[in-house]
């Protein structure tokens, strides 16, 4: 079969560039690049940290046109992204507007330091903190 290689999750949003905002100015991740589909009136994104593939899996914003909301489901969980001082994270994800739903601290019953914030379409983001070069 060959070697697989996580490239990409997808979320769905209701706002595109409010969702855009959020991930590059309150995350800090790279608009890399936007495809559009007017015949069947759908948008996709991709973001990522250090220029995405083939160094780091990428997230892809789908947001149809006509859609301004969506159901999470009970299934869906979080999406993890390693940082190297959560603390230092979650000031500098409140002072640009993000919403911190889970201050920074260990995890119950384990010493390794997260903390989770919440997406402006409520999609929940865990930081996990990790030396740098982990």
């Given at each position: 079969?060959g070697?697989?290689?996580?490239?990409?999750?997808?979320?769905?949003?209701?706002?595109?560039?409010?969702?855009?905002h959020?991930?590059?100015?309150?995350?800090?991740?790279?608009?890399?690049?936007?495809?559009?589909?007017?015949?069947?009136?759908?948008?996709?994104?991709y973001?990522?940290?250090?220029g995405?593939?083939?160094?780091?899996?990428?997230?892809?914003?789908?947001?149809?046109?006509?859609?301004?909301?969506?159901?999470?489901?009970?299934?869906?969980?979080?999406?993890?992204?390693?940082?190297?001082?959560?603390?230092?994270a979650?000031?500098?994800?409140?002072?640009?507007?993000?919403?911190?739903?889970r201050?920074?601290?260990?995890?119950?019953?384990?010493?390794?330091v997260?903390?989770?914030?919440?997406?402006?379409?409520?999609?929940?983001?865990?930081?996990?903190?990790q030396?740098?070069?982990?």
């Open positions: 079969m070697r697989m290689k996580f490239l990409h999750t997808m979320l769905r949003v209701g706002d595109l560039d409010r969702s855009i959020f991930y590059t100015r309150v995350l800090g991740m790279q608009l890399l690049r936007r495809v559009e589909n007017p015949q069947y009136k759908y948008t996709l994104v973001l990522g940290f250090g995405g593939n083939p160094d780091q899996a990428e997230l892809e914003l789908t947001y149809n046109w006509d859609t301004s909301s969506y159901e999470h489901g009970s299934a869906y969980g979080h999406i993890a992204i390693g940082v190297p001082d959560a603390y230092d979650c000031a500098k994800i409140k002072a640009a507007g993000g919403q911190v739903t201050e920074a601290g260990p995890l119950k019953g384990g010493s390794t997260i903390a989770f914030v919440t997406d402006p379409d409520g999609y929940k983001i865990e930081l996990i903190e030396a740098e070069n982990a």
